[in-house]
């Protein structure tokens, strides 16, 4: 079986065997151990346990919408590797190819209840020396690796050890015959020692077909400013996803496209607006905008549902207190993203929205009047 498509949208060159897995998400996970009341760390006498890792959180998150995805790791060979493997399983992710390391532990961290953005917010890692810290390209099976229609990287893992960022900088170079290739900049100041050091993962994202950035990442990374610096500074991806908070999001396109605002010196760009939700937590939401878009690119959607299908997907872990939330239904997702400009703009998303086409009370029936 063939399938004929343009391989910038993720789909297989022309003549080639169609892929068995859409999404193939490489990067660590670890048990996260979630409070069970407000308060410092030092405070909260019980957690529940948890499971968290950005490439992780997209690879559940497609799959629990009825994508084949496979998450390729290392873990130990202890308990929390073994609740990892089977809570990710369990999601409908294919983790055949995830390695245990005898020798090494699995990540853990724990965390407050608080949203990340706030000063008082704490996480304490214990991921030095993690199974997943060792991985390097001669591990891992490239049939796995490069059998789906998109191979999905964080900058995340480059951070995680020298073999790490050897392996990022082996996958993210151009060669023929790759998935497309999709990276989440993900840049996380505590697992840099100086911004100076982060400026790999703009060499990253370079080699990249698909880029995801925060404009507050790039700002703080790389010292750069704006969506337009920013496509400036990575011209070399089809496509640049750049993150504006609760402003909204633009992606940037190489190819003009019907509909695109066109932009003479970075090709098309297209803004949409982020949504209007009641807050539970902040955590997993960027994983979710990916997962979200990459959904909607997997399906050949325009950039304006692509957008959109972020947006929901982030709405839902906004309104969760873990860092993996069920997304929409697709046909629900479908028909808020169909909604015109001022219905979008008058959505207001609270906890629980997601279960509201089973429950016959659908969001886009409550457009709020501000």
């Not at 959180?57 to 290392?74: E, F, K, Q």
């Not at 001669?138 to 480059?158: K, N, V």
């Not at 959607?301 to 239904?329: E, I, K, M, N, Q």
């Amino acid at each position: 079986m063939t399938r004929s498509s343009n391989a910038g949208d993720g789909q297989a060159p022309d003549g080639a065997p169609v892929p068995d897995i859409d999404v193939v998400c490489l990067g660590e996970s670890m048990v996260t151990f979630l409070p069970r009341l407000p308060g410092r760390l030092a405070d909260v006498p019980s957690f529940d346990r948890a499971i968290g890792g950005a490439e992780s959180n997209v690879a559940c998150t497609l799959a629990r919408t009825g994508h084949t995805t496979r998450w390729i790791s290392r873990v130990g060979t202890d308990g929390f590797g073994d609740h990892l493997l089977g809570a990710i399983a369990d999601c409908g992710v294919d983790v055949r190819h995830v390695r245990r390391d005898p020798l090494r532990p699995t990540g853990v961290y724990f965390r407050t209840a608080g949203d990340r953005a706030t000063g008082t917010h704490e996480v304490a890692y214990y991921r030095a020396g993690s199974a997943a810290s060792a991985m390097t390209a001669a591990d891992l099976d490239p049939a796995a690796l490069y059998g789906g229609r998109i191979l999905h990287l964080s900058g995340i893992t480059a951070a995680l050890s020298a073999d790490c960022l050897g392996l990022l900088t082996e996958l993210t170079t151009r060669r023929p015959g790759r998935p497309l290739l999709s990276f989440d900049v993900n840049y996380r100041p505590g697992l840099w020692q100086d911004t100076a050091r982060a400026r790999v993962l703009l060499d990253l994202a370079r080699g990249a077909d698909l880029v995801f950035v925060g404009d507050d990442e790039a700002r703080d990374a790389w010292g750069l400013h704006g969506p337009r610096a920013i496509r400036e500074a990575l011209p070399e991806p089809h496509t640049l996803v750049v993150k504006q908070g609760k402003a909204g999001a633009t992606v940037f396109r190489r190819t003009r496209e019907p509909g695109g605002c066109c932009d003479d010196a970075t090709g098309t760009a297209t803004f949409v607006p982020a949504l209007d939700v009641d807050l539970v937590a902040a955590t997993g939401a960027g994983d979710a905008f990916a997962a979200g878009f990459l959904s909607a690119t997997l399906r050949g959607l325009p950039d304006r549902a692509r957008l959109r299908h972020g947006h929901l997907w982030a709405a839902a872990a906004l309104t969760v207190p873990g860092d993996l939330a069920t997304p929409p239904s697709r046909p629900y997702a479908d028909r808020l993203a169909a909604l015109d400009d001022p219905a979008w703009a008058g959505l207001h998303l609270a906890p629980g929205w997601t279960d509201a086409a089973t429950s016959g009370h659908r969001a886009d029936e409550e457009v709020s009047t501000h």
